[in-house]
């Protein structure tokens, strides 16, 4: 009885709001007419969360609001991306993206999200991995690894990011690659991964080429799977220009929950791709190893298809699937 | 010379009141569970912007260090700690407030956090470069023994009842390896639950299993909650300084654990509080006040959890690695600034830098006016409020708290499970401490093993690697005498203490039991994870199921000694407070946050009144009620930020 009549009562008022909700939606031209949340999937401190940071400082010129960043850590992101779809769709909030997380998780197990139920709009960025040594190390370049993981099958130990992370999936494919067995130790983030680095703890890391930009002179970068050599890093040679075809790491973009309006979604793509080009944005990103991609929401499908069908492939290199 | 050019600098009127506003904000902040340091920092960062860096870093190394000093209050009033730094100052901070004595503890906190502050910024000014190699030092086998240590702890919280104590540490060492395991991958003890995937969170978990027990006590009857006892002619600022002066050793101790351990990335306040408390215990002349309301144990906490922060920030500005989450927000809005982080910045970036270490300095020195005023009134408060308030307010805070982590209804739901579970768990002999004790130390224990595991088997050498490397031995020898040291206190004393078990020996029994057979289930689920994931919880799981073995046997042969009166099941107000609590948590989403928060308040609020009230009371309280609601929510949707669900109305 008490209940028919709360009901009676809050019918009216729901059909009320969600009129309101669908007329605000469709004046994509008001966009964004309030601060945007930022969902940072991860804790503070990652890779993920200094774009963004990056981003933000600029984010105002081409948003004409301000954007907010908030942390949603768990289960290397699949705890932020399997509420995605269930958050406000009005363009105002706004989640980070990675792959491969968002392409490896679901191909692994139940991670309560699929790939494609995910809208990623833009993907801004990628950090290339690169293989680190102490800078006191006996490895001067990349051949004297590779001829003593050679000799000594298992000894070169790879500090990196957690267990089937890009970083492990870097291991793995150089690994394969070179015909070589290395041994992989999983650290809880590239913070910790680092510091058992820097104290020599472990003899090498498989780490993302941004943490070279803080380390100083105490590590050493022996080879980075970027496409052309990092201008934060001129000296040190991509593994290709070494005769090793280990190209990749990971992306990082931003999604939106399903429900967002088309046109808010080409906006906010649009405002992504010109923070891309802010000059000063991009001296601090490239200053700090991350290298700028412009994969807009118009291509995103294409891009989408074909990372998963690479990932496929590395899920079974790992012994992930059969 | 220079120092002292910066120190001029961050003495600006402006820096002094950005100083001060934000030791307060993080007090209070850190004083309410659940909400963090991290939070606050992350939402100021884009303010720094525009402030200017040195007085940007000055707001957000106040709060944060205001944050963990603020935990304390909470920990000392309602037996919760405000942050996870603040779990062992419940240990004594809670008891000694139940004597009466609340704002002695205070007073004991305060002027410990101050000490403890000063210690970890001068060490920070000073030793930087240098003591970021202990950092650096520290491999896994010395993480993996640090946890170890910690955990030893149990022994001492649970004299005459180790077995429960280790069987408690068990549990919570399995709680922490549900989600997706760092090492390994493996999905485990999720159960299929998609929302179990990110694990248990801490913060959630801590909430739950000290504060609603609490609370569920609370309304059993109308005793009220602390008593207040004003000491005429006596202030407990001179009384804590008098037991400060005599215990300067402890404080100092425990101010260097707190330095060094907040060096360590990823080990942070909550393990330099339980360290230092450990250490604190062992070398303390009256070991057996601990945990009764020692002033030593408060002293020992607060000043290493205060430590940490100064610590934190060394590896952070000198190797660009951060010690705490924090730590990384205030490192990312340093590059963001375009300032490098490394061994050079402190010559190229000086000025930015030490007006900022100086900033966080002279910010700790704050937290002593702001500290003995606002918790002065905290304690007179707190006590003076009648049941019909308090209860729904605190019950409110754990809801509130537990979601504003990371805005998921689903950690408040874990968090009431978890309480009631401990709730049951207490009138049974298990103390709640030695479960969260695992549930902090267990992935840094397991990530530890596992990794110097690696290692060492990589090369050949995995026993060296555990045994052989001179701070492991260092930390092993600890490790043997904490353990050895109650063992023996307890032979020199002669007497053993006999525990009276507080149930019937039924209900102890079937309860054992059923630990042996959880302990079976999730043996068996170990068997379809890989060797890395399956290692630690397979040997947990294993000594879970021994120990409960060998307490089952032990209390079946056990004549007498059991309470076979006492009542295990909640009484009318207790199980309708719970009801109230676990219905909030499943509709908040759906109802809305604000809305459902009013009706459970409201209903929380009827549930405890004892005496048949007043109609212009009720009123009264109503509105009050409704006043408390909305200032929280209107203070963590517009300034904290967070998303709130808004369900039907708000």
């Not at chain 1, 800078?135 to 370049?141: I, L, P, R, T």
Request: hydrophobic share 50%; aromatic share 10%.
């Amino acid at each position: 009885m008490k209940n028919k009549n709360l009901k009676s009562l809050f019918v009216p008022l729901l059909t009320a709001l969600s009129l309101s909700v669908t007329a605000t939606s469709a004046v994509a031209n008001d966009f964004p007419s309030k601060p945007i949340n930022y969902i940072i999937p991860f804790n503070a401190g990652g890779e993920s969360d200094l774009s963004a940071r990056f981003q933000q400082s600029v984010f105002e010129k081409y948003a004409g609001e301000k954007a907010v960043i908030q942390y949603m850590p768990g289960a290397g992101g699949a705890v932020a991306w399997s509420q995605l779809n269930g958050m406000e769709s009005d363009g105002h909030t706004i989640m980070g993206i990675n792959i491969p997380h968002s392409i490896m998780q679901p191909i692994v197990k139940d991670s309560g999200y699929t790939t494609d139920e995910l809208t990623p709009l833009y993907y801004f960025h990628y950090t290339p991995n690169a293989i680190f040594v102490p800078a006191n190390s006996q490895f001067k370049d990349l051949g004297q690894l590779i001829d003593y993981a050679k000799k000594n099958p298992g000894m070169v130990t790879f500090a990196g990011s957690g267990s089937n992370s890009a970083n492990h999936i870097g291991q793995a494919t150089f690994d394969k690659l070179t015909g070589v067995t290395s041994t992989y130790v999983p650290f809880s983030g590239i913070g910790p991964a680092m510091t058992s680095l820097m104290g020599s703890q472990v003899m090498a890391g498989f780490a993302y080429a941004t943490s070279g930009a803080s380390a100083g002179d105490k590590l050493r970068m022996l080879a980075v799977s970027s496409e052309k050599r990092l201008s934060a890093f001129p000296d040190v040679p991509t593994f290709k220009e070494l005769g090793i075809d280990l190209v990749g790491g990971a992306y990082r973009g931003i999604a939106v929950p399903k429900s967002t309006p088309e046109d808010v979604r080409q906006k906010l793509s649009d405002i992504i791709g010109n923070i891309n080009k802010d000059p000063e944005f991009v001296k601090k990103m490239e200053d700090n190893g991350f290298v700028l991609t412009d994969i807009a929401y118009e291509n995103m499908d294409a891009f989408i298809e074909a990372n998963k069908a690479e990932y496929q492939g590395v899920a079974q290199l790992l012994g992930l699937i059969k | 010379m220079e120092l002292v050019s910066y120190l001029i600098e961050a003495l600006t009127p402006l820096n002094l009141l950005l100083a001060l506003v934000g030791v307060i904000a993080g007090t209070i902040i850190g004083a309410m569970p659940g909400l963090s340091a991290t939070m606050a920092v992350a939402v100021l960062v884009p303010f720094t912007y525009v402030m200017g860096p040195a007085s940007g870093l000055i707001v957000l190394g106040a709060i944060y260090t205001g944050a963990i000093y603020g935990g304390a209050f909470a920990a000392i009033l309602v037996n919760t700690p405000g942050t996870p730094s603040a779990i062992a100052t419940t240990f004594d901070g809670y008891p000694l407030a139940k004597q009466g004595k609340g704002a002695l503890a205070i007073s004991l906190a305060t002027l410990a956090s101050v000490g403890g502050g000063l210690v970890g910024g001068l060490a920070l000014l000073f030793l930087a470069p240098p003591l970021a190699e202990v950092a650096l030092a520290f491999g896994p086998s010395e993480y993996f023994w640090m946890a170890v240590f910690g955990l030893t702890l149990i022994s001492a919280l649970s004299v005459g009842n180790t077995l429960k104590g280790l069987i408690g540490a068990c549990i919570g060492l399995l709680l922490s390896a549900v989600g997706v395991a760092v090492v390994g991958g493996d999905v485990r003890f999720t159960f299929d639950q998609v929302s179990l995937l990110g694990g248990i969170d801490l913060t959630s978990a801590i909430i739950g299993l000290y504060c609603i027990p609490v609370i569920i006590d609370l309304v059993a009857n109308k005793a009220p909650h602390l008593k207040f006892e004003s000491i005429k002619g006596k202030s407990s600022l001179s009384e804590a300084f008098g037991l400060i002066l005599k215990r300067k050793f402890n404080l100092l101790r425990s101010s260097i654990i707190g330095t060094v351990v907040g060096i360590l990335p990823g080990a942070g306040g909550s393990i330099a509080g339980l360290v230092a408390y450990t250490e604190a215990r062992r070398s303390s002349k009256e070991s057996e006040t601990f945990g009764k309301g020692a002033p030593e144990g408060i002293v020992a906490t607060e000043s290493a959890n205060n430590a940490t922060v100064g610590g934190g920030f060394i590896p952070t500005l000198v190797l660009g690695i951060p010690g705490t989450p924090p730590d990384a927000i205030i490192l990312g809005a340093l590059l963001v600034q375009g300032i490098k982080t490394g061994p050079s910045l402190f010559t190229d970036q000086g000025s930015i830098v030490y007006t900022f270490i100086y900033g966080l300095i002279i910010a700790t020195l704050l937290m002593l006016p702001v500290g003995l005023i606002l918790g002065k009134y905290a304690y007179k408060s707190i006590s003076k409020t009648p049941k019909e308030l308090l209860v729904p307010c605190v019950a409110f805070l754990t809801v509130i708290g537990s979601y504003a982590i990371h805005s998921n209804p689903h950690d408040t739901f874990v968090m009431f499970v978890l309480g009631v579970a401990a709730w049951f768990l207490a009138k049974l002999g298990f103390s709640a401490s030695p479960i969260v004790l695992g549930l902090v130390l267990g992935k840094i224990a397991e990530q530890g093993f596992v990794q110097t595991y690696l290692i060492g088997s990589a090369q050949g050498r995995t026993l060296e690697m555990f045994f052989g490397r001179p701070i492991s031995i260092g930390i092993i020898v600890c490790c043997v005498i904490a353990l050895l040291f109650p063992i023996l206190a307890a032979r020199k004393q002669k007497k053993r203490e006999v525990i009276e078990e507080p149930s019937s020996k039924p209900s102890v029994l079937v309860f054992v039991l059923a630990l042996v057979g959880v302990g079976i289930v999730l043996f068996n689920d170990t068997k379809n994870m890989s060797i890395l994931g399956a290692v630690f919880p397979s040997y947990i799981a294993g000594a879970m199921i021994f120990l409960s073995a060998v307490l089952f046997i032990k209390l079946a042969i056990k004549k007498g000694g059991f309470n076979q009166n006492a009542k295990l099941l909640p009484n009318k107000r207790q199980a309708g407070v719970s009801l109230v609590i676990l219905l909030w948590t499943i509709f908040m989403a759906k109802i809305g946050f604000g809305l459902a928060a009013i009706i459970a308040f409201i209903s929380i609020m009827f549930i405890s009144t004892f005496e048949k009230p007043k109609p212009m009371r009720v009123v009264i309280n109503i509105i009050i009620s409704i006043l408390i609601v909305l200032l929280f929510y209107f203070c963590m949707k517009e300034i904290l930020l967070l998303r709130l669900p808004s369900g039907i109305l708000f």
